[in-house]
């Protein structure tokens, strides 16, 4: 779908978004007792053996972790959402699909990577960060499929030493979301390449006093490419 398409749809009232990825049909399942990965044992029961998990590094194997079996909240932007409680440092998760979690990926460890993954039906967020020590975070070679009234797909509360590289960012309220202020981190900058939004509302939201600093973005259909945090504000530079 053109970038023409996208804002016509959004001069009518109403995104037109191009079509998610279909999902393959082998699935590993989690409930709300597979939610909290503080360990690598933990995060092997609860995928059931059926990804390849070794030394921290945690392979999908092209299966759909689908979540469509997690107790709802009371909406879709429900912040108390039931997700992934990611708290062991160094994990990467990669390879595969991550499918209606309601609460996302809220990743607490350090340095924790995911790449080769593509996010769908949106919950309050597809990933997250939560608290000051959740640093280091990398996305890199990632899809995020939200639509017209999904939230939004990234949220970094805690930014530093964030590092995105080719990332698709589909629909929503706001595609990435920096900086939580609260956390009052200093000199927080997160470096961007070849990151793509499509028909989001808004494709970064800045606080905290962050800087983005993004080479190679691209924004299709989006009403505003970024705006600077209500509280301490923040920018964004592009490369």
Request: hydrophobic share 35%; proline share 3%.
């Amino acid at each position: 779908m053109s970038a023409f398409e996208t804002f016509l749809g959004w001069f009518r009232g109403r995104p037109s978004l191009p079509t998610p990825p279909a999902l393959p049909g082998n699935r590993i399942y989690l409930t709300d007792d597979d939610l909290n990965w503080d360990s690598i044992d933990a995060i092997n029961a609860a995928l059931r053996g059926k990804a390849e998990v070794k030394n921290y590094r945690i392979d999908l194997r092209g299966q759909v972790l689908d979540g469509s079996r997690i107790t709802r909240g009371k909406d879709r932007q429900d912040e108390g959402a039931l997700g992934i409680r990611l708290r062991v440092n160094g994990v990467t998760l990669t390879n595969g699909f991550i499918n209606d979690i309601p609460g996302g990926v809220k990743v607490f460890g350090s340095q924790c990577r995911f790449t080769g993954l593509k996010f769908l039906k949106a919950g309050e967020d597809f990933l997250s960060t939560v608290g000051r020590d959740a640093t280091g975070i990398r996305i890199a070679d990632c899809e995020f499929w939200n639509d017209r009234i999904g939230d939004k797909s990234v949220q970094l509360n805690q930014a530093l030493g964030a590092y995105l590289k080719n990332l698709l960012i589909v629909g929503g309220i706001t595609g990435l979301r920096v900086q939580k202020v609260d956390y009052r981190t200093p000199q927080v900058t997160v470096m961007g390449e070849n990151v793509r939004f499509v028909g989001c509302e808004c494709g970064l939201n800045v606080d905290g006093g962050a800087t983005v600093r993004l080479s190679g973005g691209k924004f299709e259909g989006v009403k505003k490419k970024w705006v600077s945090g209500d509280k301490v504000g923040g920018k964004v530079v592009l490369l």
